[in-house]
């Protein structure tokens, strides 16, 4: 029997994280992830991912010491991000700088020495890039600020809100992890087969960037600015359904509930955006499609995903819809390289293929 798209087919055991489509549950090895938004640091996360517990004092100076020591690109990878033409999206430039990224010695078995250098490099890439756009001087990385202060300020040239890291922080951590969504798998079935970590969070980057999975959240903003106003929610959604598009935002493989992601974002945004018109549009947007969706499939729980809310806060600290994608890459780094880990140690993948062509005579 086949299974289209591999849906309920279980390739692998992880003990990095549950995600229970139900009950709508989402824990990151023993934690809920969303406690870990509120109370910890992206770093404190990614530790608890990579070494398997929240770090100690020491183990988290330890952590950000060698982050920090690694923000810095090498000339080359400038150069190759420079070269690429104004109109190229900046998941082809986050893609293609990460690909040049030399790993140093061995390549293979992939070690968590390479995981913080290639996770400490994304913000950098994505930065560097957005500031030559606007015709800026890329601003070098600080060494005082933590992995979202710094992304944070390097894209915007000055030092962010309290607010607006801790918010960032919370996005950042809710998406580091989310079991074998397609860039994992993508991860995973790179690693299976003894290639390096630089090639599996290339492919990776590669599998996100598709509207289906994480270049979702710009679309949404988009549809929020073409309805426009409360009015036009309705009809524009019906001819959208009608037209048999998808809503972006909306529907999940794994979940038939909201996406816990989703509700904990949706209190994120809210505290950041008082009285936003743009927010409160996209919350009747929101309701609207979610009693058009039970209509146009009754049989299908079609709830609200990460992306609805990501948008929301990452519109909320100022970030333009170009970098909500490469910004989900920053954070999904974290899981991916985890998930190099578990797989560096598993059989190769390679599934079958039924043939439906013709023999030859
Ligand atoms: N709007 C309208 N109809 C939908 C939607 C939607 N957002 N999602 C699913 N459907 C319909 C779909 O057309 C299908 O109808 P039919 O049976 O008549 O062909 C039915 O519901 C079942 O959908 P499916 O494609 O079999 O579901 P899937 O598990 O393969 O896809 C999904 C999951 C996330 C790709 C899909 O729900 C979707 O395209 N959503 C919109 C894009 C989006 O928001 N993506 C972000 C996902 S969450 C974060 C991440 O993974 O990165």
């Known amino acids: 029997m086949i299974s289209l798209g591999l849906e309920n087919v279980v390739v692998a055991e992880t003990d990095l994280s549950l995600v229970d489509g139900l009950k709508g549950h989402l824990v990151y090895r023993n934690h809920w992830a969303r406690d870990l938004a509120i109370n910890n640091t992206f770093e404190e996360v990614a530790h608890l991912l990579w070494y398997g517990h929240l770090p100690s004092e020491q183990e988290l100076a330890d952590l950000n010491a060698k982050l920090v020591a690694n923000r810095e690109l090498p000339a080359h990878v400038k150069a190759v991000v420079d070269a690429m033409p104004d109109d190229m999206d900046m998941m082809e430039v986050l893609r293609t700088g990460v690909a040049s990224l030399p790993l140093a010695g061995d390549t293979w078995p ?11 490099k994304l913000p950098t890439i994505i930065a ?3 500031a030559r756009l606007n015709n800026r001087e890329p601003v070098a ?9 710094n992304y944070l300020y390097m894209l915007k040239g000055e030092e962010p809100l309290t607010a607006h890291v801790r918010a960032f922080d919370a996005y950042l951590i809710l998406t580091q992890e989310h079991g074998l969504n397609a860039s994992t798998f993508t991860a995973r079935v790179i690693a299976s087969t003894r290639s390096d970590l630089v090639s599996s969070i290339t492919g990776a980057i590669g599998a996100l960037k598709g509207p289906l999975h994480g270049g979702a959240p710009s679309e949404v903003t988009e549809m929020i600015e073409a309805i426009g106003t409360k009015e036009n929610a309705e009809p524009w959604i019906k001819a959208k ?5 998808r809503l972006m935002g909306f529907g999940h493989r794994i979940y038939r509930t909201t996406d816990p992601r989703a509700i904990a974002l949706s209190k994120v945004a809210s505290e950041l955006t008082a009285e936003d018109k743009w927010f409160d549009l ?11 969706l039970k209509e146009h499939k009754p049989n299908r729980p079609l709830e609200t995903n990460v992306e609805f809310y990501a948008a929301a806060v990452m519109r909320a600290i100022g970030l333009p819809d ?7 890459a920053v954070s999904r780094t974290v899981g991916w390289s985890a998930h ?3 797989a ?8 079958q293929s039924n043939y439906t062509g013709t023999m030859p005579e």
């Open 322 to 328: 170009e970098l909500f994608t490469p910004s989900f």
């Open 128 to 130: 560097h890039r957005y």
């Open 340 to 342: 190099v880990l578990e």
């Open 344 to 351: 560096a140690k598993g059989k190769i993948i390679r599934p």
């Open 110 to 120: 992939p070690t968590l020495d390479q995981i913080i250098y290639l996770t400490a």
């Open 282 to 292: 996209a919350v009747h947007v929101e309701q609207i499609a979610l009693r058009l």
């Open 141 to 149: 990385p600080r060494t005082d600020l933590g992995h979202t202060a």
């Open 241 to 245: 359904l009608a037209a048999g598009e």
